[in-house]
């Protein structure tokens, strides 16, 4: 006999939104004569909208913690961050309309239900308290994200698609095969049980068997790396950034990271806490691989789509860096740089977008020569993007490498923090060398920049307010400390 | 603590003469500047000298007078180097920026030594608290530490250096910056920190002796000047000397009243030394002047009333300032001050009249005296109120207890009294001396009847290490700037170009290499991807298996 | 009664064999295929943990994961289709435009 759970939809409200709005999507671009960017934006504004309207309200939340039979957690960990999976969706349906603008012929009006559904697997996911759950919101993140990969339907899209399903599958099945071991570990799926006792509760009190338990966290790592492209998992990352439409790498690469790494905080540092000194070596392990990985072959890029990637692949290390420390310090560390890292992300591919016009041919490092001269605008924006990427000041990219640092060395991982910081001068050149491009050379005869206002606009705010953070970040952490405490 | 401001007899003083005598000065360089290309910047920096001498004076604090003294060191230093396409002139700015740079680390390191024992810089409240928070060593330190920028600021010995060459610097700027103004900072600063030299003592005594030695040193070095804003330089730092004589003898009533003394009749020489480079057509060799009375009057009159000033010729400004150190030195029983600072006044006379004669009297020695011409009215007007002035200042202290020193009691504390001979029998004693100077040039240089030429060549090599201010540029060169330069050439270019910068082009070049290799296993199949996923998530899978 | 570690060693195996195929199978669709297989020895673990452990989340868990693995061959099918369209082959090794 199943009890039936309270229901409790409150919580969920963000979620419900989205795929209801998803759906008006689809059925407007199944009845619609001719289907307009426009009110597909529209509609999607309006989900995204009250979605954050009703998370926001979460904030001050005083009902139970677990609603839904102990499925869904309500805290403001999960708040953060659908606050920022939301805006990413915004600026990528932003990006999106503008990009089918320039080319009219490869619009597609699924790109807006398809970000609506993926945004509400990621936001699902960081609130997710039931491993059934976080696997459900998995797959319907990723789901959506290999679809939208391909949308264009150009060769280079569709290999990356392909190739971002085929990795992508494969490693959620060794994610799948970690929450059976879990489930068999702890005779529930559940992270916090509170009507019975959840995996947390039966790690501590050690009722299930230790050996299952460790293969299910080495397992669920794996699934986790895989979606946050940390290394040797990364291998898909270069690909599909490269041939995936430009508006799309920039939801994905910013909100997948979000979303992966909040779900993967709330895993390990809340369900698979009482395992904290056999996972944190793992992390340690993945963090210092990827810092590696990322900064070097980053330098042999001349794609600058490909060297977002092996960046983001850097970046994952670094917030790998912090959550070494497993505690409250590292949790705030590394939802901070998530943050930051999600803005940055966001505002660089809206000028790759702007700067690869029509088609996906000007993502090469010769497009960016003499930009300054063409669109100084542009070029500026570019350069603090980078400059926030490579870690300098005055950028919320040099304070979130600080605290990252300073969490792991408060843990007693100062040589990662070391292997952080020289890497972090590797990738500095880089970083420069964009900029280099960009100020010092000569233009490339006949390319043209496109003029789009509104992703200029956009990424103008997102610099904006990576300068205020680099500033002022305690306007962040001062958020982010009542919500960086995740605990059963 | 801020930037209050604070006005009292002391800083009233000082607006006085840097105003009165600024705003003098800067009439002259209407006329003087006229021409120039860069008049403008040549009046904004002027102006903004003004304004941080004026800071400095008037701040209630170290800080605004810290900031006041590095402000007018930065105006000193654009000045000096004002024609800098001239690279000496651009050498010479450097110097003098550098060499009070030394001076002015070790005040800041005083003024930091301050605030860590009191807590502020407050002129007020580290006075009045200096008695009971400092003991004698701390307030020796501190003491001497605001003394070595005032070293630096007023070039006395070893830091004085820098003032003789910064006469490459425009006229009007060696007057008021170089003579009259910025210059007499240090003094000032002794003056107004009084309080922690005498609780020091020793601190005193140190600026006793600095100023008697610089006081006869640089007299001896102007002796043999061949460049008559030389001589005037030098001229400056043995005059320089004589305050903190005064000041080290805790006379800063004299101190003070010298130092306006000093900004009347060497703003006035320099002026005229200026009007007389002009009328020359930018000669400033002795050697091919002679004979300019004729041509110069007024020039020539006024930079007598000077010269006669500083030679101490009574009743004259610089009679009595010098005679009021003179005697302060001898009433306190201080024999050997009193002879050393009576040879500096023998000297200092001694070399005024060999420019005054040199310059003025006997027969042109060159084309260009023979066809120099009389300042415009706009030079000379400014030369008649100073040389008014020159003649007049020593009236301020002409009363018994002086109305000068008497005026800054407040602050400065009575002038020492004591025993000695009778002042007028000081006073006659220090005319002949003056007077002994003056004939003994005229009898050498305005007589005719000696070959001075000749009478130099005889005694060499003296003159020629005066000339060079007894080779101190040379030592300080071959003991300090050389083997600095040599260290810098070695950690540029064998330590950073070779070393460094060689271990990080092999580190950047190795990285790379290991880019182009981590590239190339993104081979593209995805069958290879998935290869990586598995063997990490073995690697993994067997980590935790061996550690469990 | 099978015992369950004989149950597990068999799911084992078949994930194993699963990771084979993807790694040595060059047509897209027996990729997929093994994907599957992938996904069903995860739902043997289920079921027999969930029979073991007398608890009917792991049944309901192995239903979840079969409607997942139904969509997740929908959408894999529909870009295998795209591939086609684009360079009529479906070897995944001939699929290396981007590299490097």
């Not at chain 1, 869904?72 to 915004?90: E, H, K, P, T």
């Not at chain 1, 983001?312 to 497993?326: M, P």
């Not at chain 2, 090599?461 to 070695?490: C, E, F, H, M, S």
Request: hydrophobic share 55%; aromatic share 12%.
């Amino acid at each position: 006999m199943i009890p039936t759970p309270a229901l409790e939809f409150r919580p969920i409200l963000p979620e419900i939104l989205l795929c209801t709005f998803a759906i008006v999507g689809m059925l407007y671009e199944a009845f619609a004569r001719r289907p307009d960017p426009v009110p597909h934006l529209a509609i999607a504004i309006v989900g995204i909208g009250p979605a954050a309207v009703t998370a926001y309200a979460l904030w001050d939340w005083s009902g139970p913690s677990y609603v839904l039979g102990d499925t869904v957690a309500v805290d403001r960990f999960s708040v953060v961050s659908r606050f920022v999976l939301l805006g990413a969706a915004f600026v990528g349906c932003l990006y999106y309309t503008h990009y089918a603008s320039r080319d009219p012929g490869s619009f597609r009006g699924e790109f807006y239900p398809l970000t609506l559904f993926a945004t509400a697997g990621m936001t699902l996911i960081t609130a997710a308290n039931d491993l059934i759950v976080i696997f459900l919101a998995l797959e319907l993140l990723s789901l959506s994200l290999y679809v939208l990969t391909g949308i264009t339907g150009r060769r280079r899209a569709s290999e990356a698609a392909m190739k971002y399903f085929l990795l992508g599958a494969f490693s959620s099945a060794f994610f799948l095969y970690g929450v059976a071991m879990a489930y068999g570990a702890a005779t529930s799926t559940k992270i916090v049980g509170v009507a019975a006792p959840g995996i947390v509760q039966a790690l501590a009190g050690q009722t299930g068997s230790q050996a299952l338990a460790l293969l299910a966290m080495a397992l669920l790592v794996v699934g986790f790396a895989f979606k946050v492209s940390a290394a040797p998992f990364h291998m898909w990352t270069p690909d599909v950034y490269q041939g995936a439409p430009t508006p799309v790498v920039a939801f994905m690469g910013a909100a997948t990271k979000v979303a992966a790494f909040f779900a993967l905080i709330r895993v390990f540092d809340v369900g698979l806490q009482p395992l904290t000194w056999d996972w944190t070596p793992v992390i340690y392990g993945l963090a210092v691989v990827s810092i590696v990985v990322g900064s070097v072959v980053a330098i042999a890029q001349r794609d600058v789509k490909r060297l977002l990637a092996y960046s983001s692949i850097a970046h994952a290390g670094f917030i790998l860096t912090g959550l070494t420390a497993a505690n409250s310090t590292g949790i705030g560390a590394a939802m901070f740089y998530l943050v930051a890292y999600a803005v940055v992300t966001l505002g660089a591919f809206g000028i790759v977008m702007l700067v690869s016009a029509r088609g996906e041919e000007q993502t090469s490092l010769d497009a960016y020569a003499g930009l300054a001269r063409r669109s100084p605008g542009l070029a500026a924006l570019m350069t603090v993007f980078l400059l926030s990427l490579g870690g300098i000041p005055p950028t919320a990219g040099f304070i979130a490498k600080v605290t990252v640092f300073s969490a792991a060395i408060g843990a007693g991982n100062w040589p990662l923090a070391v292997v952080g910081v020289v890497a972090s001068v590797v990738a500095a050149y880089f970083y420069v060398r964009v900029i280099v491009y960009m100020y010092m050379r000569e233009p490339a005869e006949g390319i043209e920049s496109d003029d789009g206002v509104m992703p200029r606009i956009a990424a103008g705010v997102l610099a904006a307010g990576i300068v205020v953070l680099g500033i002022f970040p305690g306007i962040l952490t001062g958020i982010l400390e009542p919500a960086s405490i995740v605990r059963w | 603590m801020g930037t209050d401001l604070r006005l009292d007899s002391v800083s009233a003083t000082m607006i006085l003469v840097i105003t009165g005598i600024g705003a003098l000065i800067h009439v002259y360089a209407i006329g003087y500047m006229a021409g120039d290309p860069r008049y403008g910047r040549f009046f904004s920096y002027m102006n903004l000298f003004v304004f941080f001498m004026l800071m400095l004076v008037l701040g209630a604090n170290y800080l605004v007078l810290y900031l006041g003294w590095e402000g007018v060191g930065l105006c000193s230093y654009l000045l000096i180097g004002f024609w800098s396409d001239v690279p000496a002139n651009a050498e010479a700015a450097k110097k003098a920026f550098i060499t009070t740079r030394i001076g002015d680390t070790l005040m800041l390191v005083g003024l930091a030594l301050i605030v860590f024992r009191f807590g502020t810089l407050d002129f007020e409240a580290v006075f009045g608290a200096a008695g009971t928070v400092l003991t004698k060593d701390a307030a020796t330190a501190i003491a001497l530490l605001l003394f070595a920028g005032a070293i630096g600021k007023s070039a006395q010995v070893p830091l004085h250096v820098w003032l003789p060459d910064a006469m490459a610097g425009p006229t009007p700027v060696s007057a008021l910056i170089h003579a009259a103004t910025m210059v007499t900072a240090g003094v000032y600063l002794v003056v107004r920190s009084h309080v922690l030299f005498e609780l020091s003592g020793v601190a005193l005594t140190v600026v006793l002796v600095v100023g008697v030695v610089t006081a006869v040193f640089a007299a001896t070095c102007a002796v043999a000047q061949q460049d008559i804003k030389r001589v005037l330089a030098y001229s400056t730092i043995s005059q320089l000397g004589f305050m903190f004589m005064a000041a080290g003898m805790r006379a800063y009533g004299v101190a003070m009243f010298f130092l306006v003394a000093h900004a009347f009749y060497k703003a006035l020489l320099f002026l005229g030394a200026g009007s007389v480079i002009h009328g020359m057509h930018d000669e400033q060799d002795l050697r091919r002047m002679g004979g300019l009375r004729r041509l110069l009057p007024i020039t020539f009159a006024t930079f007598l009333v000077g010269a006669l000033a500083q030679a101490g010729i009574p009743p004259l400004a610089g009679f009595f300032a010098k005679d009021a150190v003179l005697e302060v030195a001898q009433h306190t029983g201080r024999a050997a001050v009193y002879a050393l600072g009576s040879i500096a006044a023998f000297l200092s006379a001694f070399y005024l009249g060999r420019v005054l004669f040199l310059t003025f009297f006997g027969e042109p020695r060159s084309d260009r005296a023979r066809d120099a011409h009389e300042a415009p009215p706009v030079l000379w007007v400014p030369l008649a109120v100073l040389a008014v002035g020159a003649a007049t200042a020593g009236w301020l202290t002409l009363t018994p207890e002086g109305r000068l020193t008497g005026f800054l009691e407040g602050i400065t504390g009575p002038t020492p009294a004591g025993q000695g001979v009778a002042v007028a029998a000081l006073a006659a004693v220090a005319t002949v001396i003056s007077l002994v100077a003056l004939a003994s040039t005229w009898w050498i240089y305005g007589s005719g009847r000696v070959d001075w030429v000749g009478f130099r060549e005889r005694l060499e090599p003296l003159p020629r290490a005066a000339l060079n201010g007894w080779y101190v540029d040379r030592a300080y060169d071959t003991a300090l700037v050389q083997p600095a330069k040599a260290g810098a050439w070695i950690t540029a270019y064998v330590l950073d170009a070779r070393i460094i910068d060689g271990a990080v082009n092999a580190i950047g070049g190795g990285v790379k290499l290991l880019a182009d290799g981590g590239r190339h296993l993104q081979t593209g199949f995805v069958r290879s991807y998935a290869l990586a996923v598995f063997l990490g998530a073995v690697t993994i899978l067997v980590y935790v298996g061996v550690r469990s | 009664m099978i015992r369950l570690p004989l149950v597990l060693l068999f799911s084992a195996f078949l994930f194993s064999t699963g990771i084979y195929g993807v790694l040595a199978r060059r047509n897209a669709v027996m990729v997929l295929m093994a994907i599957e297989l992938l996904l069903n020895a995860v739902n043997v673990n289920l079921i027999a943990f969930a029979a073991e452990l007398q608890d009917i989340t792991g049944v309901v868990f192995a239903l979840f994961v079969i409607a997942v693995a139904a969509a997740e061959v929908g959408i894999g099918l529909a870009i295998v289709i795209l591939l086609f369209r684009n360079r009529a082959s479906i070897n995944v090794d001939e699929v290396d435009l981007l590299k490097w």
